[in-house]
C-alpha cells in the first residue's frame, strides 16, 4: 500500500477487502455481504445509532449490565431526538441490600428484558457477553422473543468472538457490532458491523466522505463505510491472519483451555475474597474470563473514573495487569485467561490479592486513570 497508494486504492483494496469479510463471515457465520469492517465496535455501535429513526417518547432498551460507552452513546441520542433510555435491572436480588444480584436461570436475564418493552421500544440493545460482569448473555433468546415483537435488537459482541460461537444466521439480529482485537488478537483497529439486509439501505455512516467503490462495481451499502477517506485498512486485511493463527490451533481448543483457566481462576479466588461469582459455574455463563465481587468494604467511597487501589496495587508490585470493574455500584475482579496464560500465573494473581486483603502490603491512593 505505501509503496504505491494509487494502484493499491484503484486496483487492490477492494477485492483485498471483499475477500477478508469472507474470511470473517465463515467465522462469524454470516455472508459478507452483510458485514462491513470499521475500526471498533464503539464505531458500529455509532453507525446504528446514527441509523435508527428516534422521535420524542421512544424508548431504547439496554440494561444494567452494558458497557458505559455504550449507554453513553445512547444517552446522547435520546437527548438529542427526545427519546428515552429504559435500563432494567437483571437477576435476582439477593437478601442483604448490599451484596449484587445473582443469576441462576436464563429467565433472570429475559423476563426482565421483556417486561420492560413498551408500544415506544423501538430498538432493544444487549451485550453477547458482559465487559463489567464476564457474563455469557442469553442472546438468541432475546432476539427470538424480539423479532416475534417486530422490535430491532443490536448486539454488543466485542468479547464473544473467538471466545464463543457465534453464528449471525441463525442468531438472525438486526445489528452486530464487535472488536476483532480482544479474543481474536486482532490488530487494534479491526472490528465489523453486521447489517441485516431489512436494514441495508437505512444504514448512515457516522462519517460523510466519497462512500463510493473504485473497482466499478455495482453500489453496495458497504461503499459509505469503506471509503471514509485515505484511510489505513491493514487491520481488517489482517483479520484473516488472526483466524488462521486461532484455527490453526483448534477453536474448540482454545475455548476449553481458556475456559480451564477461568474455573480454576473463579475456584481460588472465591474463598480469598470472601465471595461467590454471580452465575453458576457453567460454559452457559461464562468463558475465558469471570468476574468475582469484591468484599463490600474495599469497594466504598471510590472516586469516579479512578483506578481502584486494588488494580493499582497489582500492576505496582507485581506487574500483573486484572481490572476492577464496575456494575450498579458494585465492584468486581474481572480475570481474563488467554493462551499465555498459565496455571502458575493465576496462583500468583491469589498470593497478591491475599497480600492485599490481609494488609501485607502498602495500599496506594486511589488515583485517577491516566495519572
Request: aromatic share 8%.
Amino acid at each position: 500500500m505505501n509503496s504505491n497508494p494509487m494502484d493499491f486504492y484503484l486496483r487492490q483494496f477492494d477485492t483485498a477487502l471483499q475477500n477478508a469479510a469472507h474470511r470473517l463471515g465463515q467465522l462469524v457465520g454470516a455472508s459478507d455481504r452483510d458485514l462491513v469492517f470499521v475500526d471498533n465496535a464503539t464505531v458500529a455501535m455509532n453507525v446504528v445509532a446514527q441509523s435508527l429513526p428516534l422521535g420524542p417518547g421512544d424508548e431504547v432498551l439496554l440494561n444494567d449490565h452494558e458497557y458505559g460507552a455504550v449507554f453513553r452513546i445512547w444517552r446522547v441520542v435520546c437527548e438529542r431526538t427526545g427519546a428515552n433510555v429504559v435500563s432494567p435491572t437483571l437477576g435476582r436480588s439477593s437478601q442483604q441490600g448490599e451484596m449484587p444480584c445473582r443469576f441462576e436461570h436464563r429467565s433472570d436475564v429475559c423476563e426482565p428484558i421483556l417486561a420492560a418493552i413498551t408500544p415506544q421500544t423501538k430498538l432493544i440493545v444487549i451485550s453477547h457477553i458482559t465487559s463489567p460482569t464476564a457474563i455469557i448473555f442469553p442472546v438468541e433468546a432475546v432476539c427470538k422473543a424480539a423479532r416475534q415483537r417486530g422490535i430491532p435488537i443490536c448486539i454488543d459482541g466485542p468479547h464473544a468472538i473467538a471466545m464463543h460461537d457465534v453464528n449471525l444466521r441463525t442468531l438472525d439480529c438486526d445489528f452486530y457490532c464487535a472488536s476483532l482485537h480482544k479474543w481474536l488478537s486482532a490488530p487494534f483497529g479491526a472490528g465489523f458491523l453486521y447489517v441485516h439486509r431489512n436494514w441495508h439501505q437505512k444504514v448512515t455512516p457516522h462519517l460523510t466522505s466519497w462512500g463510493r467503490n473504485l473497482a466499478g462495481h455495482a453500489p453496495r451499502w458497504q461503499d459509505h463505510l469503506n471509503w471514509l477517506g485515505t484511510r489505513d485498512p491493514a487491520p481488517f486485511l489482517s483479520v484473516p491472519a488472526a483466524i488462521d493463527f486461532l484455527e490453526g490451533f483448534g477453536i474448540d481448543a482454545f475455548r476449553r483451555q481458556t475456559h480451564e483457566l477461568a474455573q480454576y481462576a473463579r475456584q481460588r479466588l472465591e474463598p480469598i475474597l470472601g465471595q461467590s461469582a454471580t452465575i453458576p459455574d457453567s460454559n452457559d455463563w461464562y468463558s475465558s474470563m469471570i468476574a468475582i465481587s469484591l468484599p463490600p468494604d474495599s469497594s466504598k467511597k471510590a472516586r469516579p473514573n479512578a483506578i481502584h487501589p486494588l488494580q493499582q496495587t497489582l500492576w505496582d508490585q507485581h506487574q500483573i495487569e486484572v481490572p476492577v470493574t464496575e456494575c450498579h455500584g458494585h465492584r468486581y475482579l474481572r480475570v481474563s485467561c488467554h493462551l499465555y496464560n498459565t496455571t502458575a500465573e493465576i496462583d500468583v494473581l491469589c498470593e497478591a490479592v491475599k497480600q492485599y486483603l490481609s494488609g501485607e502490603i502498602e495500599r496506594p491512593t486511589e488515583r485517577r486513570r491516566g495519572e
